[in-house]
């Protein structure tokens, strides 16, 4: 559990160095490209990035980061403005309770990531790999999707940093699959895969 805490604080720590200094050099970040994205500034829910993100690929919601930590009034005004006329976009789509049930399938979703993660904890060759990767500082993080026309397996891939040609490179170290009803989970590939 430790582990996690730290490298969820390394994540949260590098994303928002990364939202700061990326403010102001994108080129005209109001302009977004459908009628269903919605856009953000500041740092983001780190914790549910992934349940968000599989709901919002489900639902054909996206989501377009426009400014990291600093803003101003204008950039705020105008990102309301835009979401205001992307929401009412969704809502004839969704239904006036859109928000509201988006939210509650983030949360369901989160839900059966923390159980698939509550077994990946516990296999062996995995926790072997924590450890060690603890030693180092770092952490392993899981990207979990579910398997189409599934309702209980997912894919997972078990992320972290490596040194390869001794450039620090995030890496896949295992893909996997995994059901978080039966329990069980299946290694496909332990080949360490760069991730871009």
């Not at 976009?89 to 993660?117: D, H, L, P, S």
């Not at 450039?167 to 896949?172: E, R």
């Amino acid at each position: 559990m430790k582990l996690i805490k730290i490298t969820y604080l390394l994540i949260i720590l590098s994303i928002l160095i990364q939202s700061c200094s990326e403010q102001g050099k994108k080129g005209n970040p109001l302009k977004t490209e459908n009628d269903y994205t919605l856009l953000m500034y500041g740092l983001p829910n780190m914790e549910k990035q992934n349940s968000r993100n599989v709901i919002a690929e489900k639902w054909e919601i996206k989501f377009e980061s426009v400014a990291g930590c600093v803003v101003t009034k204008e950039l705020t005004d105008s990102v309301k403005t835009i979401n205001d006329r992307v929401g009412k976009n969704i809502e004839k789509k969704y239904g006036k309770n859109w928000k509201t049930e988006f939210e509650k399938e983030i949360q369901e979703e989160y839900a059966r990531e923390k159980q698939i993660t509550a077994i990946l904890d516990k296999v062996d060759f995995i926790k072997k790999k924590d450890e060690q990767m603890d030693k180092e500082g770092n952490g392993l993080v899981y990207y979990m999707t579910p398997i189409k026309n599934s309702t209980t397996d997912y894919h997972v891939s078990v992320e972290g940093w490596d040194t390869i040609n001794d450039k620090d490179v995030w890496v896949s170290y295992y893909r996997m699959t995994a059901n978080y009803k039966t329990k069980e989970y299946k290694l496909l590939e332990d080949k360490i895969q760069p991730r871009e």
